[in-house]
């Protein structure tokens, strides 16, 4: 199975400042059509995970675009550019390009 | 407005079954891709299982083979998990999701599953 490594694994941020979540994947998420199924989400506490960002880097309907995310093959980025308190919460990432899909350990959040 | 509504979750003592069913509407379900995305209480997000959008191919998790069996009825618009063989392992909040490994763009608020005598 494809291991899906996060860090950090706890994150504490000052209001308004930057934050950002490294995602590492024990093989190549590029898959044999040309797409690379890197998937980010956001569960906030007591709540079913959110998806923010999908194919790496496109940001879902509704998210701010304060969220941005970056990389390739085997190395990806999940940034905030000015950390909001709704931000709080586990940051996933996932790869979907090898079955079974797989999850990082999960990045948590939290305010200063 | 998408919707995906769990239900079937409980206490089941180890070794028993349990099924879970999850309503979609909102969209066009027999298009897409389903899953099931368990959470072990305070812990990580892990895939069960994927099934297409005719059930014509499914996929499973190793730990899970042979125990669980995803299946779906179109004309329902509904997903379900037949899970037999239940360990303690088991426990955990089980997410009906929709797409498949490219998509999981909507999440369902969970059914709780409890293995324990």
């Known amino acids: 199975d494809v291991v899906m490594t996060q860090s950090p694994l706890s994150l504490p941020v000052t209001l308004g400042q930057p934050a950002s979540i490294s995602c590492r994947s024990s093989q190549s998420l590029v898959h044999s059509d040309g797409n690379t199924y890197l998937i980010w989400f956001q569960q906030r506490p007591g709540q079913s995970p959110r998806r923010l960002i999908y194919q790496v880097s496109n940001r879902d309907s509704g998210v701010p675009d304060r969220f941005s995310g970056s990389g390739s093959g085997t190395d990806f980025t999940l940034k905030i550019s000015r950390v909001e308190a709704e931000d709080v919460g586990i940051y996933y990432c996932m790869q979907g390009t090898h079955w079974p899909e797989t999850f990082g350990q999960g990045t948590k959040v939290e305010i200063k | 407005e998408v919707q995906l509504v769990e239900s079937g979750g409980g206490l089941v003592q180890p070794g028993g079954s349990l099924r879970l069913s999850c309503a979609a509407s909102?969209?066009?379900?027999?298009?897409?891709?389903m899953s099931w995305v368990r959470q072990a209480p305070g812990k990580g997000l892990e895939c069960v299982a994927n099934i297409k959008s005719d059930g014509s191919a499914k996929y499973y998790v190793d730990s899970v083979k042979g125990r669980f069996t995803i299946s779906r009825d179109n004309a329902k618009n509904s997903l379900y998990l037949q899970m037999n063989s239940l360990r303690a392992d088991d426990t955990a909040v089980y997410y009906c999701?929709?797409?498949?490994?490219?998509?999981?763009?909507?999440w369902g608020q969970g059914t709780l599953v409890t293995v324990s005598s």
């Open positions: 999701v929709r797409g498949g490994s490219y998509l999981k763009d909507y």
């Open positions: 909102g969209f066009t379900f027999s298009s897409y891709w």
